[in-house]
């Protein structure tokens, strides 16, 4: 389904300069629920709440930009996320992939809602550390874990450490012999699927860097089982993010479950687990309709079932990794409106540049990935015509843009707040100082309280790091 077909098309109103996708909306105020977290609403006087809290109150107390997070939306969607995936595979288990976005109160959130926690670096371990998540419901990916990171992973009792290459294999081996441990490890596949999105975030094709190729791997996999050093749990597959068609994954389940299998048969071992991945689909405009944890658990059930039942082998563990359908809807952006300037496209037409306070520097996604998002006007109701949009950043660089393409109130000025949605997956945890512009804070909003999570950074807090 397609939302807002209603909405007439493109063409009568941009003549063109929109993409295909874009439509009118019926009412420019109206909130598209797949875009927003649960509680954000509009209160009666028309401005954006969250979790009982205007945005009014939000940018007077923190200022702007901001990332404002729903903490019971956030819980929400873990909570999807583990009851579908629980429902359909009871001895599995879901894990947050924390780098959309952590922080030590997202890491108590996840261990709370009884989800595991997906880190891949040194520093994203030490935040899961800091918020004392349970070390065994940790995995640990990445395709270069140093011997540092590595050795604090077994520190932390990381309950899955998942090997990216034969060097990786050799390293950990290395540290477990002289600990004495022997930890659970699995090893990254590349299934050669092509998913169909971004070429930056499709990460199973041969010619990219994660993971081996399915011989290589399942030499890698009775290597291991061998050596007797660490203990396999089984594959891992992770085919890229932002995929809404199920064909993908069906082509690399039955990939890396053949895999599963052969490793199986060849060295009569059991493997108890097998990775799919995350990469689950999120509505950014108002043209896109994701599917549910619910949708996607079933789904996936049904593949895993079928590839199992024609090899003849036992259904594994299954895990699975969401980021971005847990974090992203979760979250918006608030910036205040500080110059709008009209540019003639021809023909009568014209699109209204809307320059924010802050920009490609709190989210990299458009200018990096071509990314579309959408925007609200949120301080106020409007009943003004229509006008198509472009919100763009402050930074120098023409390709600063936020949001491409969408239709905001023409009576758009500065000191106005807008609303971007949908970005709390990969635009915190992307940020950047560019431009010398601190990042903004994060604020959780639930039950009627706002609070800080991070903090926002500070001039002086750039300054003290320039030690010339
Ligand atoms: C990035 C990543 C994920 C999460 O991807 P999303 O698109 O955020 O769901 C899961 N697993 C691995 C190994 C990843 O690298």
């Known amino acids: 389904m397609r939302v807002h077909e209603a909405g ?25 629920p797949q875009l927003w977290a649960r509680t954000v609403n509009r209160d009666d006087a028309g401005v954006l709440t969250v979790g009982g809290v205007d945005v009014n109150k939000l940018a007077a107390e923190f200022g702007t930009a901001a990332y404002v997070v729903d903490e019971a939306d956030f819980r929400s969607r873990l909570r999807d996320f583990r009851g579908s995936f629980s429902a359909n595979f009871p001895d599995g288990a879901v894990y947050y992939a924390g780098k959309s976005f952590l922080c030590k109160a997202v890491a108590r959130w996840v261990a709370e809602e009884g989800v595991n926690l997906d880190i891949c670096t040194g ?10 998540f349970p070390g065994e419901r940790l995995a640990f990916h990445g395709n270069n874990k140093s011997e540092a990171e590595l050795a604090a992973a077994l520190d932390a009792g990381v309950g899955t450490i998942v090997l990216d290459s034969r060097i990786e294999v050799e390293r950990l081996t290395r540290l477990a012999k002289q600990r004495g441990v022997r930890p659970g490890v699995m090893v990254r596949t590349k299934v050669g699927v092509e998913a169909h999105t971004h070429e930056y975030i499709a990460t199973a094709h041969e010619d990219q860097k994660f993971g081996l190729s399915l011989e290589a791997a399942v030499k890698a996999a009775k290597h291991i089982l061998a050596a007797d050093v660490l203990h396999l749990k089984g594959l891992h597959s992770h085919i890229g993010s932002q995929i809404f068609e199920t064909t993908a994954f069906e082509v690399a389940a039955r990939r890396v479950i053949g895999a599963h299998e052969q490793i199986q048969r060849e060295t009569g071992k059991t493997l108890p687990e097998l990775g799919l991945g995350g990469g689950f689909g999120i509505a950014y405009t108002t043209q896109d309709d994701p599917q549910s944890p619910r949708q996607l658990a079933d789904g996936l059930r049904k593949i895993v079932d079928h590839e199992c039942d ?10 699975v990794e969401p980021g971005r359908a847990i974090s ?20 009568g037409r014209v699109r209204s ?13 458009t200018a990096m990935y071509g990314a579309t998002y959408s925007v609200t006007l949120a301080s106020r109701l409007s009943d003004a015509p229509p006008i198509l949009g472009r919100v763009v950043g402050k930074h120098c660089e023409a390709g600063d843009i936020i949001v491409r393409d969408e239709f905001l109130p023409g009576d758009i000025k500065p000191g106005d707040l807008i609303a971007v949605p949908g970005t709390g997956a990969y635009c915190r945890s992307m940020a950047s100082n560019y431009n010398h512009v601190p990042r903004p804070p994060v604020v959780a909003v639930a039950d009627g309280t706002a609070r800080l999570i991070v903090r926002g950074e500070s001039v002086d807090d750039l300054l003290n790091l320039d030690v010339g």
């Open 8 to 32: 007439a098309l493109h063409e009568e109103y941009t003549g063109g300069h929109g993409p295909a996708w874009l439509r009118m909306p019926v009412d420019v105020n109206d909130l598209i």
């Open 123 to 132: 520093g994203e371990l030490a935040t899961a550390v800091a918020a004392g």
């Open 310 to 319: 024609n090899l003849g082998i036992d259904i594994p563990s299954i895990t």
């Open 328 to 347: 992203g809807p979760t979250t918006f952006t608030l910036y205040e409106v500080g110059t709008v300037k009209s540019v003639d496209l021809g023909a």
């Open 353 to 365: 540049y809307v320059s924010v306070d802050g920009g490609m520097s709190d989210n990299i996604r």
